[in-house]
């Protein structure tokens, strides 16, 4: 089973920021999180990863709580093309299987 | 890098029929994943190979679910005497050791 808990949805105005939570209260100290989306028909896109340091790429940001318990995607400014399921996993980063959740689905609206 | 490709994209076909799937991985990844997909729900890990080799099975994979990675390559999925519950997503996905995985487009299933 996953070890996160996302909202089902949120929407967010073209332009601005989105900031999507995650809680993954039972993660171990050696895994990381990672943040997934897959836009409509698609198959899943990688987008960012963390173990305890907040971190940025050019598609976002990952703030990571110091408890480490929860964190938060943020899409600095969305577009009508970041609409899509976004999906929070914790991971060992040793590679293997992803545990997919059901994840969040965000809705850019103009 | 062309990215994961799978083929086919669509494919139809009657309970009872077997179907296969192939998956090309980016060239220079050594791990291969698959995943399948329902409706409304986050993909759900199947089987992945490492090289040639494979090294975990979920029990989501039942005796009529093969999985090959001859070469260390490409890989197929064969499902045999499918059932109107096989109906779904089939992902693949690939890495280079434990870097983050890249996904194909996926082929889409329909048990008739």
């Known amino acids: 089973d996953a070890k996160t808990t996302q909202p089902p949805s949120m929407d967010c105005a073209e332009g601005r920021a989105a900031n999507l939570p995650c809680n993954h209260s039972?993660?171990?100290?050696?895994?990381?999180v990672y943040w997934y989306r897959q836009i409509h028909s698609q198959g899943p896109q990688y987008i960012i990863h963390?173990?305890?340091n907040n971190e940025t790429n050019e598609m976002a940001s990952l703030i990571i709580t110091e408890d480490r318990k929860s964190s938060t995607l943020i899409l600095p400014h969305a577009t009508l093309r970041d609409t899509a399921v976004y999906y929070c996993?914790?991971?060992?980063?040793?590679?293997?299987?992803?545990?997919f959740g059901q994840g969040t689905e965000l809705s850019v609206k103009p | 890098d062309t990215g994961v490709s799978q083929n086919p994209r669509h494919k139809i076909t009657k309970r009872g029929q077997n179907v296969t799937f192939r998956c090309d991985p980016i060239?220079?990844?050594?791990?291969l994943y698959w995943y399948r997909q329902t409706l409304g729900q986050g993909p759900e890990f199947l089987t992945y190979?490492?090289?040639?080799?494979?090294?975990?099975k979920s029990r989501l994979l039942s005796d009529r679910f093969s999985a090959e990675r001859p070469k260390g390559s490409f890989s197929t999925l064969e499902i045999q005497r499918t059932e109107q519950g096989d109906s779904a997503m089939y992902l693949c996905?690939?890495?280079?050791?434990?870097?983050?995985?890249?996904f194909g487009p996926g082929t889409r299933l329909t048990v008739l």
């Open positions: 060239s220079e990844h050594n791990r």
């Open positions: 996993i914790v991971h060992y980063n040793q590679g293997g299987k992803l545990i």
């Open positions: 190979f490492q090289n040639e080799a494979q090294l975990e």
């Open positions: 039972t993660i171990s100290g050696n895994e990381y």
């Open positions: 963390g173990l305890k």
């Open positions: 996905a690939s890495s280079k050791e434990r870097d983050e995985q890249f």
